[in-house]
Each structure stands twice: as C-alpha cells, then as structure tokens.
C-alpha cells in the first residue's frame, strides 16, 4: 500500500503560483511513477502531469504545459506540482497519485491516490 497526502492547495489570483506537495508513505515510493490529476466542478478528472519513478521524464497535458513543472524528490517521498499563471479555469480539486508503470497518463493506470486538495483561482 502507498499511501498520498496532497497540501498546497488554496485561493489564489489569476496569474499567481502555488506549489502543491504529494508526500507518501508505505511501500517504496521511489519505485512508482507519480501524476497529478484534477477535477473541477461538473466536469470529468482530468491528467495534469506525470513523473517517472526516476523524475528524468515527465509528461504534461496541453492545458498546462510551459505553466506547471511537475518534479519528485525520493529521498523525502514526495512530489511536487508547481503552479504558474494560473487562470479560473485552472480551479479544480488537484489529486495525486501512483502508478507502478514506467510513467502513466490515464488515472485507470494508477493504483493508488489521494484525498485532493483545492485550488481556486479568482479573476
């Protein structure tokens, strides 16, 4: 078992930044890839970004690529998602999660996942 806590979440203005925090425990996170999925009111979760188990390879949606750099840091088993230029459209319940593959983009092909925490994003 792995388990996720997310932190960093909050209300914040458009064009500001947030760092959001993953910090796991149990098994050997190093041995997972991570991501960071959101999911905004009435709509469907959605993949944000993905870090091999290594963090010598990432992945990014369209939506936030050049904004949101996503990097991992094994030795304190956390991962990290940091948030630039945020717009409105970026409010969501921000989740992340673990995947035993070499690096993941769908959430069927993460095992494990947090609670989420919220970024809101004003205008």
């Known amino acids: 078992q792995v388990q996720l806590v997310e932190s960093g979440g909050g209300l914040v203005q458009a064009g500001g930044s947030l760092r959001l925090s993953c910090a796991a425990s149990g098994r050997t996170f190093s041995r997972y890839s991570g991501g960071w999925f959101r999911q905004a009111p009435g709509k469907e979760r959605e993949f944000v970004a993905a870090?091999?188990?290594?963090?010598?390879?990432?992945y990014y949606a369209d939506s936030v690529k050049g904004r949101f750099t996503i990097s991992r840091d094994n030795a304190k088993n956390t991962v990290y998602l940091q948030v630039h230029s945020l717009r409105p459209e970026d409010t969501a319940v921000y989740y992340c999660?673990?995947?035993?593959?070499?690096?993941?983009?769908?959430?069927?092909?993460?095992?494990?996942w947090g609670q989420g925490t919220q970024v809101t994003v004003s205008s």
């Open positions: 870090i091999r188990w290594s963090g010598d390879n990432t």
């Open positions: 999660a673990a995947s035993p593959l070499t690096i993941a983009t769908t959430g069927r092909e993460y095992d494990y």
